[in-house]
């Protein structure tokens, strides 16, 4: 059985967690407190940091990885035979990558000339994701590990939205649909626990951020 090196709130986790379920390979689920990590974590993680999928004593690490691992041992494969756009679909990994960067700095922020720099970074990101995704999946009928990159980043709009009225992306018909089919794919679903919206937003409240400020005010207008 892999072991799945985990966080209750880490997107990158997610990404691991939806391609395992989209491939049918069981995981097991070891959650660890980020805040007190454990010695035989701090041993197994280069980088200190969750996911790792812990497979037969080997240790992978590093989200992107993963999910590939994933998807080369498992029938059929979630990234384009074709080189060039195999190549293109990492490119765009990475770019869900940096996007989840800047939805960290934006939950982080602690001015508002600062929280008001990244959420226009981020607003010309979903923009530009706009102009090439294919629906209803990232490029066409068929799902790929692009979809599930970006499914974590989407599941952050969605907080944002409810908690802070705070909309990153609503204009964009394309990401908007492509986003609708991620929320209700089941992989994607099931790729957190039935907690956590009430946790990410104990979370984002408790931040002390610009955005904490405005999850209140809403809270109190409500
Ligand atoms: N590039 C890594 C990022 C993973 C990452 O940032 N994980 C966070 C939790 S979501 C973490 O473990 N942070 C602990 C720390 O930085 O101390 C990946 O894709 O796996």
Redesign the pocket.
Known sequence: MLKLVS?P?????QRAAIVAAEKSIPLERVTID?ANRPDWFLRASP?????LLLVDGAVL????VIAEYLDDISEGSLLPADPLRRAGHRAWIEFA?ATLADIGALYSAVDEASFEAVRLALIARFQRVDRIVAGPWFSGGTFSLVDAAFAPVFRYLDAFETLAALRLADALTRVSSWRCGLRARQSVRQAVAPEFPALLADFLARRNSYLSGLIGRTARAA
């Open positions: 966080h709130l880490c997107p990158y986790v980020l980088n200190g940091k969750v996911p690490f590093e989200s992107a990558s």
